[in-house]
């Protein structure tokens, strides 16, 4: 979650919304959210490879022509 959440809150956002379940995860991420610090270039494009292979079958509506 903190790679998602550091990632995310390093992109230009205003708004970050997550989904919890537990009133622990909620803590868990604001726990997160008052440690952030921005990532580096290098880290996001570290964390953008390591995420490669899950994300591009996920986005393969993409890929389509549309009529």
């Known amino acids: 979650m903190r790679e998602a959440?550091?990632?995310?809150?390093?992109r230009p956002v205003?708004?970050?919304?997550?989904?919890?379940d537990t009133i622990v995860q909620?803590?868990?991420n604001v726990h997160l959210a008052r440690?952030?610090?921005p990532l580096s270039d290098?880290?996001?494009?570290?964390?953008?490879?390591k995420a490669e292979?899950?994300?591009?079958p996920s986005l393969f509506f993409r890929f389509y022509d549309r009529p």
């Not at 959440?5 to 390093?10: A, N």
């Not at 290098?42 to 490879?49: F, P, R, Y």
């Open 5 to 10: 959440l550091y990632y995310t809150l390093s």
């Open 14 to 20: 205003s708004t970050v919304i997550i989904g919890c």
């Open 26 to 28: 909620l803590e868990e």
């Open 35 to 37: 440690g952030f610090t």
């Open 42 to 49: 290098s880290q996001a494009t570290e964390l953008v490879a």
């Open 53 to 56: 292979p899950c994300a591009k």
